[in-house]
């Protein structure tokens, strides 16, 4: 005999108001990284023949240091979601999927972290 | 019977895809390669991060010909994956649905990424060279 009522097993499946949290901060990080990824196309063109340490004084100053960790927070959290996504409509192998799912987030965050430290690395003069 | 001269279904071979469709999917693959790209704007600022020699290198793996390449690439799939997702946004909010409003909206994501990709590297080529 199921112990579980049906409602338990609907919890988390799409209704109960959570339901479009995936797909409502994946646009919530899009609107975010649209200007933020103008200003740095456009910022990392300027210093595009620049020196080492005109490089470094720019990424390590209050404002664009700042802008440079949110680009980072957002892009991978982005990245992370649309990943999510793309591997659950194309890799149907429940476990291959769950691994590739994990593999996905560790890295996102992973990655994310490397970038936040060495801008902050930059700006603290470490 | 004459079944000779009747239109065919579409079939994947034959078939050609509407530009919402192509559209749709380079929304997808942009993505991905981006995705995996970033791996390059974390190469870039560790290597910032090192030290002057470590900059050097990236800088000039970043900036051979190959480099420049995939960079020139890279940026393209940003700014089309961005204009795109502009369009995904409008739709969202439930507008511009109508087929001739997204081919309309689908050539200009293509056309104004286009034209701020090659913005970004006259500015990066004035500035002084990749």
């Known amino acids: 005999m199921a112990l579980r009522t049906p409602i338990k097993i609907a919890r988390g499946l799409g209704s109960a108001k959570d339901g479009v949290h995936h797909w409502w901060i994946q646009r919530v990080t899009a609107v975010a990284l649209i200007p933020l990824t103008i200003w740095f196309a456009f910022s990392l063109a300027t210093y595009a023949g620049a020196d080492y340490a005109t490089v470094r004084a720019w990424i390590g100053s209050p404002l664009p240091a700042v802008l440079l960790i949110l680009l980072i927070a957002m892009t991978f959290h982005h990245a992370q979601l649309g990943l999510q996504v793309v591997i659950e409509d194309y890799v149907t192998a429940k ?28 700006a603290f003069g470490g | 019977m004459q079944t000779q001269n009747r239109p065919l279904s579409p079939h994947l071979q034959v078939y050609k895809f509407p530009l919402t469709a192509i559209t749709s999917i380079m ?104």
Not at chain 2, 78 to 88: K, M, S, V
Not at chain 2, 100 to 125: D, F, M
Request: with cysteine; net charge neutral.
């Open chain 2, 27 to 130: 929304h997808r693959i942009s993505g991905v390669a981006l995705s995996v790209g970033t791996l390059l704007l974390i190469y870039w600022l560790t290597a910032a991060a090192a030290g002057p020699e470590q900059y050097e290198r990236a800088q000039g793996v970043l900036g051979s010909f190959l480099g420049q390449l995939v960079l020139f690439a890279f940026t393209y799939a940003l700014f089309y994956h961005l204009c795109n997702g502009i369009r995904h946004l409008f739709w969202d909010a439930g507008k511009g649905f109508e087929i001739e409003t997204s081919e309309k909206t689908g050539y200009a994501a293509i056309g104004i990424a286009a034209a701020l990709t090659v913005l970004v590297w006259i500015i990066a080529y004035a500035a002084g060279g990749a």
């Open chain 1, 95 to 122: 476990g291959v999927q769950l691994a590739a799912l994990i593999l996905v987030k560790f890295l996102a965050a992973l990655l994310a972290l490397v970038g936040i430290f060495a801008v902050l690395r930059i």
